[in-house]
Structure formats: structure tokens, C-alpha cells
């Protein structure tokens, strides 16, 4: 498998192409991994240095790799965050050029726009960009539930709310829909939950909850979702084995008390997920 990974990266720390790509290597997936900004380290520590690639630079990367002949060898092209209204377009007309060498190419598009604690955290125009223009034209989206209301305008928190709210979206393009950070009331106490939805079903997975804010670890889920649902196709395997390996990636660092991801040190867990959450159906 071979998947075009159009997002950020940083030198110190793991988020964007530097949370996604050494955990879909360690699964034997070849990533082509295409940078929007090179900083020193993720916003979120509230200072960084390095330079925000524009999007002609970045169209020209992808049109270097389209001159080696390649885009017919790429399964997926996936997408996350998305710094400048500008980039839009580059990954829309790369995704174009990808289904044109292949087909049989899927589009995954992580729809990063806040979360519910934080509200949105991007620009205002990138939310409307994305449920508008860039979410209709991707196969797979794996949206938290905050980001899930917003591209549908709804507020999802019951599991019935929040499937109906899957099946809105999916009526606009994707076919594919995992669901991540599910909070709904009568879950049991201190767990998270994941739900993924295809055409075959719909399916949750729950985990404890972990008391840590961890930078990335959506960007890895996105990354081994996809490239699980693209190698086997079945959507509830894909999501026992993220729910599995980014549990222990999580809780390896929480238990480690440092800030950043604990990536290289948590590789087992994606290339042998233990499976040690049960995933069930509820369509």
C-alpha cells in the first residue's frame, strides 16, 4: 500500500506527517509524506519558528512526484490539518490527479476544526471550506463529534444522534465515517468511545479515558484507520485494531509524564494491536 500524506510537520514532537507516518511504516504502509509547514514544534506550546510552505510550493512537490510516474501506485491520499484556506485546492486538484492514475484511489480527509472543549481553533473560513468543498469529495472523513455537528449542523451527543448525524454527512460524499472523542451521557463513567460507519453497518468501541491532552494522537488515529479499512475493507476490524493500538500509544504516554507522544517507543502496538476491546454493532 502506498499513501500520499499531504499535512504539517515538526522537528520536535509528533503531529501532522510527524505522528502519521512512522506508525503507517511500522505497518508496512509506504507513505509519501507531503509537508504544508516545517516548525520547530506543534502551536500548541504557543511559540514555533519555521516556515509556512505555500501552496504553490506544495502543488509543486505533489507535480514532482506526478513526474516520476507514481500516482497510478497510490491507494490513498490523506489529508489533515489545514493551515490556510489556499491549501484546499492543492490537495482537492491532488486528489483529482491521483483517482485519474487510479480509480480505484480513496480520498481520506481528517476534518480538523476544534474540538469541544476548545470550540474551533482554525480560521473561521476553514470549517465552511471543509464541509462545503472538501469533505463531498473524500471517501473516508474521521471527524471528532465536535466536528461532526459542525459539518452537519446538528448537536450529536445521544449514540442515536450521533449515528443520524453520520448518515447526514454521509449523504454529502463520504462513504466512510469514524467518529472520534464520542461522549454521550449514558456511557459508563471515565471511558471514551469510537463509532465507524459504512455502508455495511455501524460499530463503537469503548476505552477508559485517560486524564491527558495528548497533541497528534488524532493524526495517528486517522492514519491507522484509514490504512486499515483500505487494506481489509471491513470497518469494524479497522476499528478495533486503531482503538487498541492508540490506547496503549496513549496511555505509554501518560504513564511516561511527558507532553509529547510516545511514537517510537509504542510501535509494537501497530504493527500487533493486542485487541483488546470489543467493538460492537449497533446498526
Given at each position: 500500500m502506498k499513501i500520499l500524506s499531504i499535512q504539517s510537520a515538526v522537528a520536535y514532537g509528533h503531529v501532522g506527517n510527524s505522528a502519521a507516518v512512522f506508525p503507517l511504516q511500522r505497518i508496512g504502509v509506504e507513505v509519501l509524506p507531503v509537508y504544508t509547514?516545517?516548525?520547530?514544534?506543534?502551536?500548541?506550546?504557543?511559540?514555533?519558528?519555521?516556515?509556512?510552505?505555500?501552496?504553490?510550493?506544495?502543488?509543486?512537490?505533489?507535480?514532482g512526484i506526478e513526474e516520476r510516474g507514481v500516482l497510478g501506485q497510490i491507494d490513498v491520499v490523506l489529508s489533515g490539518y489545514q493551515g490556510g484556506e489556499g491549501i484546499a485546492d492543492v490537495i482537492l486538484d491532488a486528489v483529482a490527479r491521483v483517482k485519474a492514475a487510479?480509480?480505484?484511489?480513496?480520498?481520506?480527509?481528517?476534518?480538523?476544526?476544534?474540538n469541544a472543549k476548545s470550540g474551533c481553533f482554525v480560521a473561521p473560513a476553514i470549517p465552511v471550506l471543509l464541509r462545503d468543498r472538501v469533505v463531498p469529495?473524500?471517501?473516508?472523513?474521521?471527524?471528532?463529534?465536535?466536528?461532526?455537528?459542525?459539518?452537519?449542523d446538528t448537536q450529536p451527543d445521544t449514540l442515536e444522534?450521533?449515528?443520524?448525524?453520520?448518515?447526514?454527512?454521509?449523504?454529502?460524499?463520504p462513504r466512510v465515517v469514524l467518529v472520534t472523542s464520542v461522549e454521550r451521557p449514558d456511557r459508563e463513567a471515565?471511558?471514551?468511545?469510537?463509532?465507524?460507519?459504512d455502508q455495511t453497518g455501524a460499530w463503537i468501541v469503548q476505552t477508559p479515558l485517560l486524564p491527558m491532552k495528548?497533541?497528534?494522537?488524532?493524526?495517528?488515529?486517522?492514519?491507522?484507520?484509514?490504512?486499515?479499512?483500505r487494506r481489509s475493507g471491513d470497518a469494524a476490524d479497522a476499528l478495533a485494531r486503531t482503538a487498541s493500538s492508540v490506547f496503549d500509544l496513549l496511555?505509554?504516554?501518560h504513564?511516561?509524564?511527558?507532553?509529547?507522544l510516545q511514537l517510537v517507543e509504542s510501535q509494537e502496538a501497530y504493527a500487533h494491536p493486542r485487541m483488546q476491546f470489543g467493538v460492537r454493532r449497533v446498526r
Open positions: 509547514v516545517a516548525f520547530s514544534n506543534h502551536t500548541g506550546y504557543g511559540s514555533w519558528r519555521g516556515p509556512m510552505l505555500s501552496p504553490d510550493d506544495v502543488r509543486e512537490i505533489i507535480v487510479n480509480p480505484d484511489a480513496l480520498y481520506a480527509c481528517d476534518p480538523v476544526m476544534g469529495a473524500a471517501d473516508i472523513i474521521t471527524p471528532n463529534q465536535f466536528e461532526l455537528g459542525f459539518l452537519t444522534s450521533t449515528v443520524e448525524a453520520v448518515d447526514l454527512v454521509r449523504a454529502t460524499g471515565d471511558t471514551i468511545e469510537m463509532l465507524a460507519v495528548a497533541n497528534g494522537s488524532g493524526d495517528v488515529t486517522a492514519a491507522l484507520f484509514t490504512a486499515h479499512y496511555e505509554r504516554t504513564l511516561s509524564g511527558e507532553r509529547e
